[in-house]
């Protein structure tokens, strides 16, 4: 049973930073993509950062490219998203996702495990 939990979200003023976590369990993470999204109110779930579990893969959303961090200890099975020089337009609930395979899609729909969210907001 494959299960991902995230934390470390909360509310923080403009050019703070937050570290989300997500713990995983249920699988091991020979070949996969862990990625984080994000969905605002009335907007569509987005991709903001990737990484591949069997190293040398990362990828990150334009909006977010050079102040948001991801990386991966998969000896602790979990995956982290240091969010830097934080901006109201980044507030948004923060899901961390998986999926099978190199990080060749931003697309949600190929990713077929998620987490329940945490939320971020930016004042």
């Known amino acids: 049973h494959v299960q991902l939990v995230e934390s470390g979200g909360g509310s923080v003023q403009a050019g703070g930073s937050l570290r989300l976590s997500c713990a995983f369990s249920?699988?091991?993470?020979?070949?996969?993509?862990m990625g984080w999204f994000r969905q605002a109110p009335g907007k569509e779930r987005e991709h903001v950062a990737r990484i591949y579990s069997g190293g040398g893969g990362t990828y990150y959303a334009d909006s977010v490219k050079g102040r948001f961090t991801i990386s991966l200890d998969n000896a602790a099975h979990m995956w982290f998203l240091q969010m830097n020089s934080l901006k109201p337009e980044d507030t948004a609930m923060y899901y961390c996702a998986a999926g099978t395979g190199y990080c060749y899609s931003s697309v949600p729909g190929a990713y077929n495990h998620w987490g329940q969210g945490t939320q971020v907001t930016v004042s």
């Open positions: 249920g699988f091991t993470p020979s070949s996969h993509c």
